[in-house]
Structures are given as structure tokens and as C-alpha cells.
């Protein structure tokens, strides 16, 4: 048998119940879920993004891709009771800032100078995944960016 890694080539292993044809079965997504939502988050769109904002199950979520690493952090992206736009402060995304008060902060979300500084942003688990495996549990989840309807 030949192995594909991380291609996305071939198809979902026999035996997956649901087959959900948004994006191709060997896809490297990583999956959150936040409340009772949960979204895709293919990993060559992030690998592109480096930040990405988006609102997943009523929370502003913050995303963080170093391409150095091909490390992936997620948080809500919310410090003292404010909601927060991020940035990359270099190319590796290894800093951020926040719009709102130009505070720094690292990629694994402390704040480390600025009005905000000694924050920390609460953490997410991202889930690494096929997308034929996530999608077989989260039938109902939103893929980044949102992919219109079939009709």
C-alpha cells in the first residue's frame, strides 16, 4: 500500500459510515470545538494565513500558524473583558499585536508588554485529523473559510 502523508490524496479508508465531500477525504484539517460548534480548519489555508480571526460557537477565536514549526495555536480572543484583533508582528508569527491597544504578545497567547501585558489569552485544543475522520464526528461542522452549499 502506498502512503500519501499529507497530500490529501486518495480516498477514506473502508469501513467510514458518512462521507462528506466539502474537501477531499485525506485532507489535514485541525478541528475545534467551541460550545456546541465546531469548525475545520484545512492546514494549507493556515500555513498561508499565519492569523486568522473567526467566530466559532459564539466566541471570537484567534488562530496562530508558525511556519517555522508547522505549530498551530488557538485561543479566545478576549483579554479583560475585551475582544481582541490580532496581527503578526514579524513574518514567522512567532509575535502578535492587538489592534485595540498595539499590546505585544507571544504566539502561545501571553501578553509581554503594553496596556494588556501579564494577559493571557484562554487556550483551545485544535484536534489534527483527516478531514474523513472529523467529519464523520462532527457532521455538522463549518469548514474555514466558509464553503458554500451544495444545492
Not at 90 to 95: K, S
Not at 119 to 129: A, D, G, K, R, W
Request: aromatic fraction near 8%; charge should be neutral; hydrophobic fraction near 35%.
Amino acid at each position: 500500500m502506498i502512503r500519501r502523508g499529507l497530500s490529501g490524496a486518495g480516498s477514506a479508508p473502508p469501513g467510514v459510515l458518512r462521507v462528506d465531500d466539502r474537501l477531499k477525504p485525506r485532507t489535514m484539517i485541525l478541528g475545534l470545538d467551541v460550545g456546541e460548534s465546531s469548525e475545520a480548519f484545512p492546514l494549507t489555508v493556515l500555513r498561508e494565513a499565519r492569523v486568522l480571526h473567526d467566530d466559532v460557537g459564539g466566541q471570537p477565536v484567534l488562530i496562530v500558524h508558525q511556519p517555522a514549526s508547522d505549530t498551530t495555536t488557538a485561543f479566545i480572543a478576549r483579554a479583560k473583558g475585551k475582544n481582541l484583533q490580532f496581527r503578526a508582528a514579524n513574518a514567522d508569527a512567532t509575535e502578535l499585536t492587538d489592534r485595540e491597544t498595539g499590546s505585544r504578545w507571544d504566539a502561545y497567547g501571553k501578553c509581554v508588554s503594553g496596556p494588556l501585558r501579564g494577559s493571557q489569552l484562554e487556550s483551545l485544543i485544535l484536534e489534527p485529523e483527516y478531514w474523513f475522520a472529523w467529519s464523520e464526528f462532527h457532521p455538522e461542522t463549518k469548514i474555514y473559510p466558509a464553503t458554500p452549499s451544495k444545492p
